[in-house]
Antibody
Framework: QVQLQESGPGLVKPSETLSLTCTVS??????????WSWVRQPPGKGLEWIGY???????NYSPSVKSRVSISLDTSKNQFSLRLSSVTAADTAVYYC????????????????WGQGTLVNVSS | QSVLTQPPSVSGAPGQRVTVSCTGS?????????IHWYQHLPGTAPKLLIYANTNRPSGVPDRFSASRSGTSASLAITGLQAEDEAAYYCQSYDSGLSGSVFGGGTKLTVL
């Protein structure tokens, strides 16, 4: 069974870059056909998909953050990471990492394993 | 404002049946894209409940089922139990956004 654990600073200043890491166990981030994603939940709001990265490094990002986001793989540590630049208070949220199941269509997908989430506050 | 619309809350007594609705548009549910459902307890990892419209992952009780029609979908929970008290989210693909979209979540209270 795949397990995921988020880690990173809980406080980031406005205009700076938010960086989080997801450590994967029970599976390899570069296993063929495995995809990995970040999802966030602002306080009192619903879930928001941020983006995903494939086992081969192909990425797809939500239009709402596309100009500020980067997701990368570190196969040596079996991790993947999120970087979100120029953050504002609107980026305050619980950030989840999740394993993606890409469906036969090639563009539909769902999330079968999730981490417990980590709260990131954007504040000076 | 979430792309998929869910009622903020629903409630039911133990043993009863409740449904959670999820309303979309022609660019997501109405276009025929698959719908998935998640159960989320605060402070824990969200759990996949239903995938590809009607399929339950191993370990999910058959008390949970889902259906769809037009631009909407529903999650049904029968034989309500106290442990079902959680937030429930629907998720689908949106062709206009070229990515995944979620509902705003529905908080289920077991009375």
């Amino acid at each position: 069974q795949v397990q995921l654990q988020e880690s990173g600073p809980g406080l980031v200043k406005p205009s700076e870059t938010l960086s989080l890491t997801c450590t994967v166990s029970g599976g390899s981030v570069n296993s063929a056909f495995y995809y990995w994603s970040w999802v966030r939940q602002p306080p009192g709001k619903g879930l928001e998909w941020i983006g995903y990265i494939s086992y081969s490094g192909i990425t797809n990002y939500s239009p709402s953050v596309k100009s500020r986001v980067s997701i990368s793989l570190d196969t040596s540590k079996n991790q993947f990471s999120l970087r979100l630049s120029s953050v504002t208070a609107a980026d305050t949220a619980v950030y989840y990492c999740a394993k993606v199941v890409l469906q036969a269509s090639g563009y539909e997908y769902y999330f079968d394993y999730w981490g417990q989430g980590t709260l990131v506050n954007v504040s000076s | 404002q979430s792309v998929l619309t869910q009622p903020p809350s629903v409630s039911g007594a133990p043993g009863q049946r409740v449904t959670v609705s999820c309303t979309g548009s022609s660019s997501n549910i109405g276009a025929g894209y698959d719908i998935h459902w998640y159960q989320h307890l605060p402070g824990t990892a969200p759990k996949l409940l239903i995938y590809a419209n009607t399929n339950r992952p191993s370990g999910v009780p058959d008390r949970f089922s889902a259906s769809r029609s037009g631009t909407s979908a529903s999650l049904a929970i029968t034989g309500l139990q106290a442990e079902d008290e959680a937030a429930y989210y629907c998720q689908s693909y949106d062709s206009g956004l070229s990515g995944s979209v979620f509902g705003g979540g529905t908080k289920l209270t077991v009375l």
